[in-house]
Nanobody
Framework: QVQLQESGPGLVKPSQTLSLTCTVYGGSITSSYWSWIRQPPGKALEWMGAMWFGGRTYYSPSLKSRTSISGDTSKSLFTLQLSSVTPEDTAVYYC????????????WGQGTQVTVSS
């Protein structure tokens, strides 16, 4: 059974960088894509990007200039950094395993609320 757990600050100030960590329990972290997905209040889920350990990363075109996803196999975790945040980046952020292929998650974390506010 694969479990994912997001962690990071719940409040970020505008113009700062949002940093989140997803720790993976169970399964092999090197055999799937791993992604970040967010849901702003009242809006649909938004796929932000994904990585394959030892391979490529993929980003949503609308967020590519501000997003970085990286990982540490020794610690079974991967991270999200989103720079120059604004209040529009306020959302519940989820990490996920894309076991069905890129853009197709099969396991999700519980999500973590991040609010961008001064």
């Amino acid at each position: 059974q694969v479990q994912l757990q997001e962690s990071g600050p719940g409040l970020v100030k505008p113009s700062q960088t949002l940093s989140l960590t997803c720790t993976v329990y169970g399964g092999s972290i090197t055999s799937s894509y791993w992604s970040w997905i967010r849901q702003p209040p009242g809006k649909a889920l938004e796929w932000m990007g994904a990585m394959w350990f030892g391979g490529r990363t993929y980003y949503s075109p609308s967020l590519k200039s501000r997003t970085s996803i990286s990982g540490d196999t020794s610690k079974s975790l991967f991270t999200l950094q989103l720079s120059s945040v604004t209040p529009e980046d306020t959302a519940v952020y989820y990490c996920a395993r894309e076991g069905y292929g890129l853009g197709r998650p099969d396991y999700w974390g519980q999500g973590t609320q991040v609010t961008v506010s001064s």
